[in-house]
């Protein structure tokens, strides 16, 4: 018998459990890339109001590396295997990110803000499809989608502090 078998807290989500794992594998993948992007970024960035903004990057790779954490272990819970490469990675992703190309601090927080909308409307999505299916899992992606909401306004304030000392 396998781990899964019989077990009631799985029993009683509701609809396609592997489609629910395939979903919550394509936000890993995300989370994953969003953490590297972020930790990159942190390491590239150039221009006014630097250490700043190299402090947020840094708070927010951190936190996509706990949200990628938090959906693996809800993957397995639901008795299904992470992701194993960073090639399935690339596969399975959703909002991905392009990379940086442009290392000036404007650029880097917008293609930020860009990946953390992105994020915002999967899970958003996501909240929707498992409201009468599954409170656990909706309950964690409620939890994460708060942390994007919040990565997304202190980005935009970062933006708009920096336009403002250039006078733009
Ligand atoms: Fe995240
Ligand atoms: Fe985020
Ligand atoms: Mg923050």
Do not use: F
């Amino acid at each position: 018998m396998s781990s899964s078998e019989n077990r009631v807290g799985i029993a009683i989500v509701k609809g396609d459990v592997n489609e629910l794992i395939t979903k919550l594998n394509q936000a890993y993948a995300d989370e994953w890339m969003a953490y590297y992007q972020y930790w990159l970024c942190a390491k590239l960035v150039e221009g006014p109001i630097r250490v700043q903004v190299i402090a947020e990057l840094e708070e927010h790779a951190k936190q996509e590396h706990q949200h990628a954490t938090l959906l693996a272990d809800r993957i397995i819970q639901l008795g299904g295997i992470p992701l194993l490469t960073p090639m399935a990675w690339e596969q399975t992703k959703g909002c991905g990110y392009d990379a940086t190309k442009n290392a000036y601090v404007q650029a880097v927080l917008e293609e930020n803000i860009k990946g953390e909308q992105c994020a915002i409307r999967y899970y958003n999505e996501l909240l929707v499809y498992l409201e009468d299916k599954d409170p656990v899992t909706y309950d964690m992606i409620l939890h994460i989608l708060a942390d994007e909401v919040e990565h997304e306004e202190d980005l935009t304030k970062l933006l708009h502090d920096l336009t403002s000392i250039k006078g733009v």
